[in-house]
Nanobody
Framework: QVQLVESGGGLVQAGGSLRLSCVAS????????MGWYRQAPGKERELVAV???????NYGDSVKGRFTISRDNAKNTVYLQMSSLNADDTGVYYC????????WGQGTQVTVSS
């Protein structure tokens, strides 16, 4: 079993920055991909960013140029640096890890006040 613990969410003013972290623990042999998804009230969960084992990254269109995903393989940790935040970035952010199957964190709330 794999456990994911997210941290770093909170309340921030528009234009501000936040950094999310997600640590994976448990039965980890090889992490294929680590990423972040978010879900706003009344909307479907959407991809924010993903980083593959080799370092290749992919971002949702709405966050390109503002968010940066990175990972520390030695610590089984993925980070999401978020800048120039706006009200549309408000939502619950979920960590996702692919290790033969997908695992999800419990989510961390990000609220951007305008």
């Amino acid at each position: 079993q794999v456990q994911l613990v997210e941290s770093g969410g909170g309340l921030v003013q528009a234009g501000g920055s936040l950094r999310l972290s997600c640590v994976a623990s448990g039965s980890i042999f090889s992490i294929n991909a680590m990423g972040w998804y978010r879900q706003a009230p009344g909307k479907e969960r959407e991809l924010v960013a993903v980083i593959l084992d080799g370092g290749t990254t992919n971002y949702g269109d709405s966050v390109k140029g503002r968010f940066t995903i990175s990972r520390d393989n030695a610590k089984n940790t993925v980070y999401l640096q978020m800048s120039s935040l706006n009200a549309d970035d408000t939502g619950v952010y979920y960590c996702n890890v692919l290790i033969r199957t997908h695992y999800w964190g419990q989510g961390t709330q990000v609220t951007v006040s305008s």
